[in-house]
């Protein structure tokens, strides 16, 4: 199972727990199984079909530029981080 | 002022034959010579000009705007108001995240609010600039004047006067029912602080304040917009995005982005602040109310500064805890950044850098973006992080000079690397920090005795270390083979810092044909697939990336060709160094030139095509090393010497890189000692012009002398990371311990201009 990090400000959906192992093949489904646990989780971070604007998402280290649609590995580390700019 | 130059250093990890080669600009030429096309010298059939009326004031409701006297103004074609925007969809996203559409176009035309003095309220297209802006005197605004708040610590406090009564703090995306300008709210985890700092013998916690800084490109803003009878939208611009631009014509005017196209035009800087739109769809409007003529707006260099994005002042405290033998085991950020008018500063960022150099097991670190009066804040180099570093790297010379320690010994013994864990979560993949910090001690400088003071001044070294991720994102690119055995390269990321070569080095290198023999271009939105900004410090990683994608498939074809040609099976054929030859009949081989003069009657042309969104993103580390005279007398502060130490993963071009290490050091050596918006307690900028907003020129300094370093990043097919940011991070940090090292004052104030050195002397 994946190991989800849950960001501190989110950790009230979550009974405090700061990391979960959760089973999905991608991120998407990811959300769905932490939504059926914890109720909310999916709006917090979810806008329709895709991840909201100001979100990002690291998979194994790697911010993914297809959100919701990356591929989670068994034993992969998921972090949900605010989106960056550059300059 | 003399001072010893050590020629700039390439620590390589592999040679290529094109990669790592330092050839003369494509677009050089024209430059010099002035025939190079920036959107100021653009002329069309019928041109009218545009000028922008703004605001006096930094808060005031508008109670009525009238146009009549204006309008009736003989030579005035055009007048245009937010009441010109069509009804449309609540939010605008243009590619820089989600954004309510009444904050999107209240940037680029106010409505019922000024929220600072040079927003921009209407336009007006007249038969000339004079025209223009006599026109603009005529129109009559009634305003409602309300107190200002200019600092993140005055928009948090609880009587503050509010700038949007629709504006709700967000807790990390959760919508709170506080009405507030703290626009956001969220906070980076790890470990146990308290724990962390029980087991510290030795902390240190400072608070530091840094104002508001612009990016200060030459070429101000520019656009030339025609909005055709037949709908057809056309924008000529000075951009680091004509998608973004399309994209946020688009969003504004409701006109689906396929009858717009934009032409971007040469740039002449933008550091991150030409990312952002301000008059282009204005431009548009007036272009259709005036009959369908093409308008153009130039700003002037006041406009620049008060009506365009700046980074933000910041105010921060950082307390960091260590043991005695250096070990840093605790660090905790507090950061509230000011994101101007409207929500999104780049404390974000600004967060997850601040002690990313670092391997520190607890960590806490909370980030505010807060709104306040004054204009918007837009990208600049690695935006953020150099206000975070600023309060970070000098709390660490700090705990260094408790603990007697070498200051970069400190950082090296704490250094991340590979496997280490951020304090926003995910690990580390293959870094260069420590080997940016190994660099940094070994080299001449950092061995050398102080720079002698040449004024009699007491002198001091600083050093600093800083990170940026750098981004990847979308790009296209083209290549299609000419019959001389050149080819065409099409790319859509507009060149800002010489990417048109770095870009055309990864095709060379490709096909095995000499840089010279490609011909880069970057085109327009009709001409080339979606291509992101040029930020990010993505364009020569990505864009690069997709010219290699391209080359590869040409070489593909070309393969294939040779075979048909041959009448051999493709797989027996392989094309290196520009010679295509059979693996099994020494006989049957032809330069790539001989091909393509061949093309036209073996099959026809031949055109590759690259389209990435790429993973694989290597962040890049950068240090300073710097010497400094300060004059305890007047306050006065003079740069002796200066070394930058950067890893770039590979650099395909070291000319370009050594220039953004060069550059990015020295707007940071004026982020450090002079610049800044100096404002009246009303919100005005009392420094808008060049003179007496203080940037450095070459007098001011010495040759900064640079090593690139090279930790090839494994996600990119030759290594490359990002190297347009990362080197503004530090040298602020690195110049503030200089400083404290020659005269023991702490600044914990930016700039470090005479009068903030003096007060911290005499305090």
Redesign the interface.
């Known amino acids: 199972m994946a190991k989800v ?1 849950i ?4 950790q009230e959906l979550t009974d405090g727990q ?1 990391q979960l192992d959760i089973q999905g093949s991608t991120v998407r489904e990811i959300i769905k199984e932490l939504e059926q646990s914890y109720p909310g989780v999916k709006d ?2 979810m ?1 329709g079909f895709k991840l ?4 990002n998402v ?1 998979v194994d ?6 959100g919701v649609l990356a591929k989670v590995q068994e034993n992969s ?1 998921v ?1 949900f ?7 | 002022m003399t001072t010893t130059y050590e020629p700039n250093k390439v620590l390589s990890n592999k040679e290529f034959k094109v990669v790592g080669t330092r050839p003369v600009r494509p677009d050089g030429a024209d430059k010099v010579t002035g025939r190079a096309q920036y959107g100021a010298d653009l002329q069309l059939t019928g041109l009218l000009y545009g000028k922008t009326l703004r605001s006096p004031h930094a808060h005031a409701n508008i109670k009525s705007i009238d146009f009549k006297k204006a309008l009736a103004l003989e030579g005035v074609k055009a007048v245009v108001s937010a009441k010109d925007f069509p009804e449309t969809k609540d939010t605008a ?1 243009y590619g ?3 954004s309510p559409m009444n904050y999107f176009r209240g940037n680029i035309l106010a409505d019922k609010k000024v929220l600072y003095k040079g927003q921009a309220i209407a336009a007006v297209a007249a038969s000339s600039v004079h025209v223009a802006e006599a026109a603009l005197s005529l129109i009559d605004v009634k305003y409602e004047v309300l107190d200002a708040v200019l600092t993140a610590p005055e928009g948090m406090a609880k009587d503050a006067p509010i700038l949007h009564d629709d504006l709700f703090t967000k ?4 919508q709170t029912k506080v009405n507030s300008n703290i626009a956001e ?5 790890m470990g146990d602080i308290d724990e962390g700092f029980a087991g510290a013998d030795v902390i240190v916690e400072r608070t530091f304040d840094t104002a508001t800084v612009h ?1 200060g490109y030459i070429e101000p803003h520019n656009v030339t917009a025609l909005w055709n009878d037949d709908d057809r939208i056309h924008v000529w611009t000075s951009t680091q995005g004509a998608f973004t631009v399309r994209a946020a014509v688009s969003e504004a005017l409701a006109v689906p982005v396929s009858k717009i196209k934009v032409t971007p035009m040469e740039i002449g800087g ?4 030409k ?1 952002n739109v301000y008059e282009d769809p204005a431009a548009a409007l007036l272009s259709k109310k005036a009959g369908h003529k093409p308008v153009k707006m130039v700003m002037t260099r006041a406009e620049v500064f008060e009506g365009t994005g700046p980074t933000p002042g910041s105010h921060m405290t950082v307390k960091m805890g260590a043991t005695n033998e250096g070990k840093i085991v605790a660090a905790q950020a507090n950061l509230a950044m000011e994101a101007g008018a409207y929500p999104g500063s ?1 404390v ?2 600004g ?2 850098c601040v002690f990313t150099a670092y391997d520190i097991a607890n960590v806490t670190i909370d ?1 505010y973006d807060v709104v306040v009066n004054k204009p918007k804040t ?6 953020g992080a150099p206000n975070a570093a600023f309060a970070a790297e000098q709390v660490i010379d700090e705990i260094a000079e408790k603990l007697n320690i070498d200051p970069l010994e400190l950082r090296l013994q704490n250094a991340a690397k590979e496997g280490t864990r951020r304090a ?6 293959r870094i260069g920090c420590v080997e940016v910090l190994e660099a940094m001690k070994e080299h001449h400088h950092y061995q050398s005795p102080l720079t002698p003071a040449k004024n009699g001044g007491k002198v001091g070294r600083g050093v600093g270390i800083g990170f ?7 790009s296209a690119c083209n290549i299609s083979v000419n019959n001389d055995g050149t080819v065409n390269l099409v790319e859509g990321s507009t060149d800002i810092g010489g990417s048109r070569a770095s870009i055309a080095m990864h095709a060379a290198e490709v096909l095995g044909i000499s840089y010279e023999d490609v011909k880069p271009q970057v085109a327009d939105t009709d001409s080339v697939g979606y291509t992101a900004i040029t ?4 364009t020569t990683f990505a864009t690069g990336w997709a010219a290699y994608e391209a080359a590869n498939d040409v070489k593909a074809q070309l393969i294939d060709r040779a075979a048909t040609i041959w009448g051999v099976d493709p797989d027996s054929v392989e094309m290196e160094e520009g010679v295509l030859r059979s693996k099994t009949d020494t006989e049957l081989n032809m330069s790539f030139k001989d091909l393509s003069a061949q093309l036209n009657d073996t099959g026809g042309p031949i055109v590759g095509r690259g389209a990435v ?5 290597g962040g890049s580390f950068c240090g300073q090393i710097v010497d400094v005279e300060v004059d305890p007398e007047t306050g006065k502060t003079d740069i002796l010497r200066f070394t930058v130490v950067q890893d770039a993963g590979k650099a395909i071009h070291p000319s370009y890189v050594e220039g953004q290490m060069q550059g990015g050091s020295v707007q940071g050596i004026g982020w450090a000692l002079n610049e800044e918006y100096y404002y009246s307690e009303d919100g005005r900028m009392n420094n808008p012009t060049f003179l007496d907003y203080r940037m450095p020129t070459s007098l001011d300094l010495p040759m900064i002398d640079t090593v690139i370093v090279e930790v090839a990043n494994p ?1 990119h097919p030759y290594g490359v990371r990002g190297v ?2 990362a080197n503004i991070v530090s040298p602020q940090a690195a110049v503030a311990n200089a400083i404290k090292s020659a005269v023991g004052a702490r600044m914990e104030k930016m700039p470090m201009n005479p009068a903030a050195i003096m007060e911290q002397l005499w305090s």
């Open positions: 990090f960001p501190s400000l989110m700061t917090r971070l806008d909201k604007g100001n979100i690291a280290g790697e911010v993914s530029p297809i580390e972090h981080l605010p989106a960056l700019g550059g300059g | 996203n820089l995240g989600d807790e990390f995306e959760k709210h969220f906070q980076h985890k990016q933008g550091f991150g602040g990312i780049p974000g960022a967060a997850m980030g837009a990208a600049y180099r690695a935006p926003d979560g995910p690990i580390h993949p940026w991720f750098n981004i990847g994102m979308q930020g990010g410090s993505r969104d790429p993973s694989g993103i996600g347009g940011e």
